[in-house]
């Protein structure tokens, strides 16, 4: 199995954002994403890093994300690991987007975002009180023609 880990640490600040899309777009393209998937990949993970920095850091600018890259054969995964507030994944239910425009809502799609961007999106409580969200992506097949 081939595989490689890159690993980014940043101080729980949304001007620190910048830094982390670099980061995943450098690795996504290395990896052999096209300019479509890195795109996709970085406002997934843009999504959550600003997520965990509003809502389990409620923008304590002190707090760390530590953002892991995991490359294996074709699998892209991202992990982001906070030890703020945890919350339940499962809570979150897709919004049905003809209601949600016609109430004129905004915000709140943030989930449903990720999902829709990702091939997987994984939640964990870890035991050490941190908390995981998991961004996977597969590269896909090459097909010669």
Known sequence: MNS???HLKIPSQTE?????????????????????????ISIAVDEACTNIIKHSYNYA???????????????????????G????????????MKEYLSQYRHGGL???LMRSLM???????????????RLIKVLPLKVNK
């Open 110 to 112: 943030g989930m449903h």
């Open 16 to 40: 620190k954002l910048f830094t982390v899309r670099t980061f995943i777009a450098e690795a996504a393209i290395m990896f052999g994403f096209d300019e479509e998937s890195l795109n996709k």
């Open 85 to 96: 507030k945890s919350f339940d994944a499962d809570l979150i239910k897709s919004p049905d």
């Open 4 to 6: 490689k880990t890159l």
């Open 119 to 133: 091939d997987k999106v994984e939640y964990k409580n870890l035991s050490d009180k941190r908390s995981e969200v």
């Open 61 to 83: 600018p002190d707090k760390e994300i530590e953002v892991i890259v995991e490359m294996y054969n074709d699998k892209f995964e991202v992990v982001i690991i906070h030890n």
